[in-house]
């Protein structure tokens, strides 16, 4: 009698366990303001829900120039209102050579071990946890 009860509950924690959603994700993501122009200030935002505590990091790069690598924080320091709350922010100020355009910043989570935050996709193979926003840089 006692297997009869545990067979079930073996089957459903392997069958019907639904990982998407007990892994991080990134909830909100945005640039504000979204239309810029050189020597602007901006503020990027990204919320990540986090119920394990996985994510110690979040950079940005803008797509067309990944070169530059953006660190956003959690620390509570301007312009972060909180600590530790899983919103993680950086004011950035738009080069005053910065091209005019249509581009498209690129957010990943890490890992304490330095390592992209893996997640199961909804469909195809599984990989980093990434976010993209997009923005516009216009001539003055």
Known sequence: RVLALAVPGVL???????TLGRQPAFQKAAITPDDLKPGDSAVITAEV?????IVRRVEGIVREDPAIKLKLRDDGAPPD???????WTLQVDVPFQAPAGEFLL????????????????KEG?????????????RNP
């Open 12 to 18: 459903m924690a392997l069958g019907g366990c639904n």
């Open 49 to 53: 829900k986090d119920r394990n505590d």
């Open 81 to 87: 209102e909180k600590a530790g709350d899983n919103i």
């Open 106 to 121: 690129e957010l990943t989570a890490y890992r304490s071990d330095g390592t992209p935050v893996p997640v199961k996709k």
């Open 125 to 137: 193979p599984s990989g980093p946890l990434t976010t993209s926003v997009p923005l516009v840089i």
